[in-house]
């Protein structure tokens, strides 16, 4: 087992190098994820002027989907999707928040691209 022995964890450290080379712009903003154990959440960030264009979560009122978690991070990337080409969006810059592309960060990728978000 590896004992990280500095202020921050892994997942910071990648982080913190992910957000030095990407930010969101009014023309292509920030697709942010974030995942805990029991949900998932994404954001339509614009960097610039600090404020969020569209959200979506599995653990929404206006969510419904059934499945596994990888199905409902799928959902999420279609939900979020809709909203932000509701908004006028079409193109963004994916920050995987320092988690590793891979399983329900992959599946909401994927569910974004689905969705109409090109990234």
């Known amino acids: 087992m590896i004992v ?3 202020k921050l964890s892994r997942r ?3 982080k913190k190098g992910i957000r ?3 930010s969101g712009s009014s023309e292509r903003p920030r697709l942010s994820v974030y995942r805990s154990n029991k949900g998932i959440y994404a954001q339509v960030i614009d960097d610039v ?3 969020t264009l569209a959200s979506a979560s599995s653990l929404s009122k206006e969510f ?3 499945g596994n978690k990888s199905d409902q991070s799928a959902a999420v990337g279609k939900l979020v999707a809709a909203k932000a ?3 006028g969006i079409k193109d963004v810059v994916f920050d995987r928040n ?7 960060v992959k599946s909401l990728a994927e569910g974004a ?3 109409g978000l090109n990234f």
């Open 20 to 22: 030095k080379r990407i």
């Open 64 to 66: 419904s989907a059934k």
């Open 113 to 115: 691209r689905e969705g």
């Open 49 to 51: 002027t600090g404020k």
């Open 98 to 104: 320092g988690y590793l592309y891979h399983g329900r």
């Open 12 to 14: 910071d450290r990648i």
């Open 85 to 87: 080409v509701a908004a």
């Open 4 to 6: 990280m022995t500095g």
